[in-house]
């Protein structure tokens, strides 16, 4: 058990809708990151939050977006879906160095477009 | 992005020594390397890192050649539970971008 929670464990939903994801780091971690796990694309990185504040994007689509909260836990939003948006997302943390190198994963949230 | 390059897959026997290699000719000098493994069905998780001089862990060493273009991971004695896709990845902070990794098959 890595302290990092998210939830739900999985999801379906059909495309055009709109789904949140929500991930809880392990206790004192300022930094929060979102990965996306699909077949063909792999474990790509998304956003990464350090205390509240946006610290760097990858390949995150438009339609996508994230926010961390004053109590450090994170939301994925991710809108308008797709078939293609089906995958695993994985949220990560690590400590309250900016430069701590340990990422600690989730479980992740399977989610599942129809 | 600096790239890395591994093999697809490896096998190894169980208890037995395995050296995971990763070739990263295009290394920046801030740029640290990141070892993580994802075991089936699980997240990924942290194995190692370092910047120039080797490093030891409870769960495996880094070896780094001396111009730092590549780098070995070593598991000291492979058990089952060590089979799963092992990734290599060059970053000078903590954002990761996989890549595809290695598999690793440990035989009985």
């Known amino acids: 058990d890595s302290g990092v929670t998210q939830t739900p464990k999985h999801l379906i939903t059909a495309t055009g809708q709109r789904v949140t994801l929500r991930c809880s780091p392990r206790s004192g971690d300022l930094s929060v990151y979102w990965y996306q796990q699909s077949l063909d694309q792999g474990l790509q990185f998304l956003i990464h939050?350090?205390?509240?504040?946006?610290?760097a994007k990858g390949n995150i689509l438009e339609r996508f977006s994230a926010q961390q909260f004053p109590d450090l836990h994170s939301e994925l939003n991710l809108s308008s879906l797709e078939l293609g948006d089906s995958a695993l997302y994985f949220c990560?943390?690590?400590?309250?160095?900016?430069?701590?190198?340990?990422?600690?994963f989730g479980p992740g949230t399977r989610l599942t477009v129809t | 992005d600096a790239k890395t390059t591994q093999p697809n897959s490896m096998e190894s026997n169980e208890e037995e020594p395995v050296h995971l290699p990763c070739n990263h000719s295009?290394?920046?000098?801030?740029?640290?390397i990141h070892w993580y493994r994802q075991l089936p069905s699980q997240g990924p998780e942290y194995v190692i890192h370092?910047?120039?001089s080797n490093v030891n862990n409870r769960m495996a060493s880094l070896a780094i050649a001396e111009d730092r273009k590549s780098s070995t991971l070593i598991l000291h004695r492979a058990t089952l539970r060590d089979a799963a896709v092992y990734y290599c990845i060059l970053s000078p902070n903590n954002d990761m971008r996989f890549g595809a990794g290695t598999r690793l098959t440990v035989k009985p």
């Open positions: 295009t290394i920046s000098g801030t740029d640290y």
């Open positions: 990560a943390s690590s400590g309250t160095d900016e430069k701590t190198y340990e990422q600690y």
């Open positions: 939050y350090y205390n509240g504040e946006e610290r």
């Open positions: 370092g910047l120039t």
